[in-house]
């Protein structure tokens, strides 16, 4: 729901926050920072990373894949957000696979353009990052979504780090949220597990909206929503659990309290850190029972 509403709410906090300028906001979004900021998984398990080019239907889709050194785990895709694959996100799959997954981050607007799509420290309140963004945004659809999935899907089912036998996970930010739940309706022998946070546009009036495609999952459910989208539409959230009640699939779904949409990335302007961490822990919960 990257909208001008949206877009205000960020404003408002940022003038309120006592806590980080823009400038030093902008000085913990790269590199190191990062790393700071993400805490390491508990009994962290030794990874390897690597830049990948996942083939897809359209193309070469540039990828980050990082796992456990050893062995072979549940594999799990990472849809980002609005902005993209980026350094976030591959700490965020570095967190990840230290908790042990083998864990594929992608880069959704590969057609188009390798990632990162914007320099460090781009804010989407800046006129310029809209512009580019949203395009972007507007060249995905349902259709390419399910075909990038089933590749996705595809490669990662060929890594010898990734259990075959084992379900895997999906998780997605913002748009990501969406796009998990067509790839779990699009591969219910293979998704036992999805997660969307902040995500956006699950439940509307159009015919492919995401939430009638719940009848054909077979996956596991996190929602983690932000309080100002659940204000926009205090529905959904209702929608969403009737939804998986009629298909009877478990389902947990909270709005988290003070939080604004964009709450979970560590490089957001509006990251709320104590929120962020509960649904993280929430994750591996639903992961580690699931995917089991």
């Not at 009994?43 to 990082?66: I, K, Y």
């Not at 006129?127 to 390419?144: C, V, Y």
């Not at 036992?192 to 995500?199: K, Q």
């Not at 539409?233 to 604004?260: C, H, M, Q, S, W």
Request: proline fraction near 6%; charged fraction near 25%.
């Amino acid at each position: 729901m990257c909208d001008e509403r949206t877009l205000r709410d960020a404003e408002d906090h940022l003038r309120r926050s006592e806590h980080l300028t823009r400038r030093e906001f902008g000085a913990l979004s790269v590199g190191a920072g990062l790393a700071m900021l993400l805490p390491r998984a508990a009994a962290a398990l030794e990874v390897t990373a690597a830049d990948v080019e996942v083939s897809t239907p359209d193309g070469m889709a540039d990828c980050h894949f990082v796992h456990p050194s050893s062995g072979a785990h549940p594999g799990v895709l990472i849809w980002p957000d609005a902005l993209g694959l980026r350094p976030a996100f591959e700490q965020m799959g570095r967190r990840l696979a230290e908790s042990g997954f083998a864990v594929l981050v992608v880069n959704p607007y590969y057609r188009t353009v390798r990632a990162p799509v914007l320099p460090e420290g781009a804010s989407f309140r800046d006129e310029a990052t809209r512009n580019k963004i949203f395009p972007l945004m507007r060249s995905l659809s349902p259709e390419t979504n399910v075909t990038d999935a089933r590749a996705f899907v595809g490669f990662l089912d060929g890594r010898d780090a990734v259990a075959s036998g084992r379900k895997m996970g999906t998780m997605g930010y913002c748009m990501g949220g969406s796009i998990t739940m067509r790839t779990a309706a699009a591969l219910p022998d293979r998704i036992g597990a999805g997660a969307s946070f902040h995500g956006g546009r699950l439940v509307t009036d159009a015919p492919d909206s995401p939430h009638l495609l719940v009848d054909k999952m077979r996956a596991h459910y996190l929602f983690a929503i932000a309080e100002n989208d659940d204000k926009k539409d205090p529905e959904a959230k209702n929608v969403l659990r009737d939804a998986f009640a009629a298909a009877g699939l478990p389902a947990e779904i909270e709005v988290y309290a003070g939080t604004l949409h964009g709450w979970c990335p560590p490089d957001s302007a509006v990251y709320h850190e104590a929120q962020a961490e509960r649904a993280w822990n929430r994750l591996l919960a639903l992961f580690e029972t699931a995917l089991a």
